[in-house]
């Protein structure tokens, strides 16, 4: 904590003004925060578990083992001819078109084929067409993309021309460049409602001729990986019709060259990490303009994520049989309980909802995951069983191949309301609007989230927040679109609706008034972080209700020695540390135009200026900076 700063004019500096001087950013991070420093420590048990010789290991463990061992082998090298073939034979990676399998937001018990525009070889469209500081990271990408062209050549044993490697790159440049112009910005695809347009592959080939691109022959080759037919009558949801109506100029204006060598960049870009060191270091100077970063992660660390991200089942669990408490869960879902009474009681003070949409809302209780999933069966990772030690690289394509197959094959089976939608060693939570889920994993189940030992303002202030807010965005400007059963359907009365979008607008202007001084002064986007401040501003509320009604039956605490805080403020501490954080200006820049979340401070700051509750257990005069006259609430 800050004592020197008076809470009332800045809780986040008198929360974590302490936290933020003792905590130097480390050179391979441009973020570090409390997430991430429980991150870092949930990485060093995985090391341990990975590292870890049990001859009765079930066979998942033994391939995650194997998977981790073959990361942290680098002494072999590979081909980048002959893995670039293989890549662009056996896997599909999504440039140009974004396309995968996924629930239908209008039927959440069948799976459809999605189309969206494509992500980029940069964080977002801002730095490929804006100025000032997007322009140095635009210029160590073209670099960076040059270097990689000469290793290219040099390993195909082609001389060297200096003068055509710059031109081809700059011309894939300048297409990256139209394909991010092409897109739409996030502001202008916040509604679903809107984005959703569901058609047949016949009617899309009519719609998006794309210069004779056939739409049935793309997507059957993608599905035949999986033996799966489709015909031109199968139905697709497309997500992206603005960006289609633009591609067709775009692919016009380029050759088949260029974009040849796009594909090809795109491909190679992602897999630098699982290359030799010479395409690392080459990579090193973009990383150092985009993140601000100097020093390169352990290898260890990028090994433990790579295994954690492809097979989550198996780590997970290995996690949880390393360091989870049984008796968590029980009471975890003891405070889901709580809260959900809580936000049921909060739908009775709204003024601005009526009671026809109130019945809907209530009846909207969200299925709950806890800790990890006990229906343990293998990861998305090869069944081949040809992972070894020796071969990292030929692993990653097995895992490529596999996870592309696994999430493809789904088209034709049923969704399974309980598939556990991440792994248990994450610090994180999450809500699911398709199968109103919310899921809290094992790893976020720590302190300063939430223990068994610590006191219920803690774990309310903490973990409690959480679960509000994972419960709220079944209600936010995204979630309120979907019912009790994940389907889109607009269970809105007309009053209701019109009601909520004035009492959002309310939050749009407030958040878009906090000025970022890191990110170069640029404010918060009010309309791209909607869902998340409706998310922190419901979840901190539903949280202390559920506080305050718990001291009621149990009594209050007793206060922690030493600190002369009672158990109100001590709900309100914990709720700003767990935000505690610093990063760097290039992070700042980066995460304001990418991140649905607003900054960690503005999350505290916005979240508390807007709660009566605060400023009682703080005695915050009206118009003080952490009291304003003009507050905002939608739950």
């Not at 016949?202 to 001729?209: C, G, I, K, W």
């Not at 219920?456 to 059963?485: C, P, S, W, Y």
């Not at 906090?514 to 501003?537: C, H, M, P, R, Y």
């Amino acid at each position: 904590m800050d004592p020197s700063v008076e809470p009332c004019q800045n809780f986040y500096q008198y929360a974590c003004g302490g936290w933020i001087e003792r905590h130097v950013i480390p050179e391979t991070s441009s973020l570090h925060s409390v997430f991430n420093i429980l991150r870092d420590e949930l990485e060093i048990v995985l090391k341990g578990v990975l590292e870890m010789e049990n001859k009765d290991d079930r066979e998942a463990f033994k391939k995650a083992k194997t998977l981790y061992s073959s990361c942290m082998n680098e002494k072999r090298m590979w081909s980048l001819e002959d893995t670039l073939a293989v890549l662009n034979a056996r896997y599909n990676k999504k440039a140009v078109l974004e396309m995968f399998v996924w629930p239908d937001d209008r039927d959440s018990s069948s799976y459809i084929i999605h189309v969206d525009q494509p992500l980029l070889g940069m964080p977002s469209r801002d730095y490929y067409l804006s100025d000032g500081n997007y322009k140095k990271v635009h210029f160590a990408y073209l670099e960076f993309m040059v270097s990689i062209a000469r290793i290219a050549r040099e390993d195909r044993n082609l001389t060297q021309d200096e003068e055509r490697v710059w031109e081809d790159m700059t011309q894939v440049l300048a297409l990256e460049t139209d394909i991010a112009n092409a897109t739409s910005p996030a502001e202008e695809r916040n509604d679903i409602t809107v984005l959703y347009n569901k058609m047949t592959l016949r009617e899309a080939q009519q719609a998006f001729n794309l210069n004779g691109f056939n739409w049935t022959r793309y997507i059957q080759g993608i599905m035949s990986s999986v033996s799966v037919t489709v015909q031109p009558d199968e139905p697709i949801v497309v997500y992206c019709s603005p960006y289609l109506e633009k591609l067709s100029d775009v692919l016009s204006k380029h050759s088949h060259r260029t974009l040849q060598n796009y594909l090809a960049w795109m491909l190679i870009m992602e897999r630098v990490s699982s290359m030799s060191r010479r395409f690392k270091d080459v990579r090193a100077h973009y990383r150092k303009a985009l993140h601000g970063t100097t020093v390169e992660e352990a290898r260890w660390r990028d090994c433990v994520r790579y295994v954690q991200g492809n097979m989550e089942n198996a780590v997970g669990a290995l996690y949880v049989r390393e360091t989870f408490s049984g008796n968590s869960k029980r009471m975890v879902r003891e405070l889901i309980r709580k809260i959900q009474e809580a936000y049921v009681e909060t739908l009775e003070e709204l003024s601005w909802m009526d009671e026809q949409s109130k019945e809907k809302a209530r009846e909207k209780h969200p299925n709950q995951l806890i800790s990890h999933s006990h229906k343990f069966k293998n990861d998305g990772s090869s069944d081949r069983n040809t992972s070894i030690e020796e071969n990292y690289f030929e692993n990653i394509l097995e895992n490529l191949a596999a996870s592309a197959q696994k999430v493809h094959k789904k088209l034709r089976e049923p969704v399974d309301p309980d598939m556990w939608i991440i792994g248990a060693a994450v610090v994180n939570a999450f809500y699911s609007h398709n199968r109103n889920q919310i899921v809290f994993p094992a790893g976020i189940l720590q302190p300063p989230f939430f223990s068994e030992k610590q006191l219920q303002a803690l774990n309310f202030g903490g973990i409690g927040m959480v679960i509000g807010h994972e419960i709220t965005h079944g209600f936010d400007d995204h979630g309120r679109n979907f019912d009790k059963d994940g389907n889109m359907y607009n269970w809105w009365s007309n009053y209701s609706a019109e009601r909520f979008e004035d009492q959002s607008k309310c939050m749009v202007e407030q958040y878009g008034k906090f000025s970022w001084k890191l990110a170069g002064g640029q404010n918060v986007s009010g309309i791209t972080t909607l869902g998340e401040n409706i998310a922190d501003n419901g979840g901190v509320r539903q949280a202390y209700k559920a506080y305050m009604k718990w001291v009621e039956r149990e009594g209050e605490e007793p206060r922690l020695p030493g600190l002369d805080m009672d158990h109100k403020q001590l709900f309100f501490l914990n709720f700003a540390q767990v935000w505690c954080g610093a990063c760097r200006p290039e992070y700042a820049i980066q995460s304001i135009k990418t991140d649905p979340h607003s900054p960690l401070e503005y999350r505290v700051l916005g979240s508390l200026q807007n709660f009566e509750a605060f400023s009682e257990a703080f005695h915050c005069a009206r118009g003080a900076p952490m009291n304003p006259e003009e507050k905002c609430r939608v739950w």
